[in-house]
């Protein structure tokens, strides 16, 4: 799989190359670029006057310096001129440099548009010119029918083609790449190649994503094999772990072996631990499928499993060599855990990053960018404290009254709706403490309502204060908590009185 990151979009005049290019720049905060712009400039000519005055082959000059000028440079959004990619070596260079993509439009679409756009005259021949680059385009390996889409949804389908590739650094090692692309598990082979050339690869998923995901997946690579555990939060424990060295045992994996954790954050922490302590290490990649674990889990490297006292009571820091997130994943994944993810979303816009908490940015069409602005908030976070001693607390805002709700309710209450309810309480005790104004509150509550998750719950307040003063982050009985000082800024706050809290219970 190519490393490079420009985003090169070709296609017939009046496809919306440039419209949509600029679109796409803005949303991934990059530099856009239009070939036939920067050419015009060049020449201090138009191109139709290059072409008379200084003939086609001085074009085409201009044309594939110009390409290759760009193909050297990473993170562009390029928008080529009509026949750029025509050129057999044009295409290579560039398609190296990133990932090509054809807009189509009709013919009756494209008259339209020039027509409207008046400054671009039809030669009378432009409909056989068009049939002839709809030949020439076809093998472009992305091809987008812009038919009756808006300019916004072309460019949020070639956000979703095109990717994201973000790097985690890591205290040890090179630090991984986080992958993040629609269909990107159609792909994963060329990445696994990459990371572990010919290497034995174990894909260890549960019982309900092995027909979904697995199987499909482990049939795409050579050398591997699958292993399915029980599927919940009730098999995250030493047990699971156990099965896993016996199957890992009985396929022959060795220290040479990639395990391939594909799931939620309970596949992600079990399969991970399991990696971190197998033989003493082996590799380990993550592939994400909630939008929890795609944001949260499978980032910063902590894994591990509950034991019957508690939850995550076991575990290890264990880096991954990858993190593939396709996000089609989400495509089937439960309303209810697309917004438990969505609370934890939305705990990355409130600790560090405000832009997260704008109901644009949570459209299904927008989603590789939602992952990519709230895993950016997790990996700044883990670059910054990646042994969890400091800043790191900051990720567990509204988790300390959240877990105590999922234990005085024995689990009834799904996390992500817990950590929403706990948010709010989070809030509610930072406004007592004049660290916010009711406003924010008033914000948060209806950000968390507009997602529809809960935002409070009918509890005695006196158990669930016990419950909280078990948290294992309440260190020598202190009380400590993560609490907002403005919308995207965060502090812990330790030694609060018992009345203080109960207050907000
Ligand atoms: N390691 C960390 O840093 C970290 C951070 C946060 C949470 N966690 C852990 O993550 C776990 C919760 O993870 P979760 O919320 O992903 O739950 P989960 O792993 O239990 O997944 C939720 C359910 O969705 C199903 N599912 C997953 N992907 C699917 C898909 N694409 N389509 C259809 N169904 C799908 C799963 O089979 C499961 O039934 C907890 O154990 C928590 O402790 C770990």
């Not at 459209?363 to 800043?391: C, H, M, N, T, Y």
């Not at 959240?402 to 996390?415: D, F, L």
Request: include cysteine.
């Amino acid at each position: 799989m190519s490393g490079a990151d420009n985003i090169v979009i070709t296609g017939f005049m009046g496809t919306g190359k440039s419209t949509v290019g600029k679109i796409v720049a803005r949303r991934l905060d990059r530099q856009f670029v239009d070939m036939d712009d920067v050419i015009e400039s060049r020449a201090g000519a138009t191109i139709p006057n290059i072409f008379s005055e200084r003939g086609e082959a001085a074009f085409r000059a201009l044309e594939r310096d110009l390409a290759g000028e760009l193909s050297a440079q990473s993170d562009l959004v390029i928008a080529t001129g009509g026949g750029t990619l025509v050129r057999p070596e044009l295409r290579a260079v560039m398609g190296v440099s990133g990932r090509l993509i054809c807009l189509n439009a009709s013919k009756g679409d494209i008259q339209e548009r020039l027509r409207k756009s008046n400054n671009r005259p039809l030669a009378g021949s432009w409909e056989r010119l068009l049939d002839q680059r709809q030949r020439d385009y076809a093998d472009i390996e992305h091809q987008i029918d812009t038919k009756g889409k808006s300019p916004d949804a072309v460019a949020g389908e070639i956000i979703a083609l095109a990717g994201q590739r973000l790097h985690v650094k890591t205290p040890t090692g090179p630090g991984y790449d986080i992958w993040i692309r629609r269909g990107i598990l159609n792909h994963v082979e060329d990445i696994l190649e990459d990371l572990a050339p010919g290497t034995h690869v174990v894909v260890a998923t549960n019982e309900t994503l092995a027909p979904m995901y697995g199987e499909r997946l482990a049939s795409r690579l050579e050398n591997a094999d699958m292993i399915t555990v029980p599927d919940g939060e009730a098999h995250k424990n030493l047990d699971t772990v156990a099965r896993i060295y016996d199957d890992l045992l009985s396929l022959g994996a060795d220290r040479n072996t990639t395990l391939v954790a594909l799931g939620g954050g309970v596949v992600g922490d079990t399969v991970g631990y399991a990696a971190a302590t197998y033989m003493r290490g082996i590799r380990l990649v993550q592939i994400p499928t909630t939008l929890l674990a795609m944001v949260d889990s499978s980032v910063g490297g902590k894994v591990g499993v509950d034991l019957p006292q508690g939850k995550n009571l076991i575990g290890a820091f264990k880096q991954p060599q990858a993190v593939i997130v396709d996000t089609q994943a989400l495509e089937t994944l439960p309303a209810l855990q697309w917004r438990c993810g969505m609370a934890e979303v939305i705990k990355h816009g409130l600790i560090a990053r405000p832009s997260l908490l704008d109901p644009d940015m949570w459209s299904r069409d927008r989603v590789v960018e939602l992952v990519r602005d709230a895993v950016q908030v997790k990996i700044e976070v883990v670059q910054q404290d990646p042994f969890e001693r400091g800043i790191r607390a900051h990720l567990n805002l509204g988790h300390t009254f959240g877990h105590a709700i999922e234990k005085v309710t024995g689990y009834r209450v799904p996390h992500g709706e817990a950590v929403a309810i706990g948010i709010v309480k989070a809030a509610r005790l930072s406004q007592r403490l004049g660290m916010i104004g009711v406003d924010v509150v008033d914000k948060i509550v209806s950000i968390l309502e507009a997602i529809g998750l809960p935002i409070d719950i009918a509890l005695d307040r006196h158990e669930w204060y016990a419950a909280m003063s078990t948290d294992k982050k309440w260190q020598s009985g202190k009380s400590r908590f993560i609490l907002l000082t403005a919308l995207g800024e965060a502090t812990i706050i330790e030694g609060l009185s018992k009345d203080e809290v109960l207050a907000v219970l």
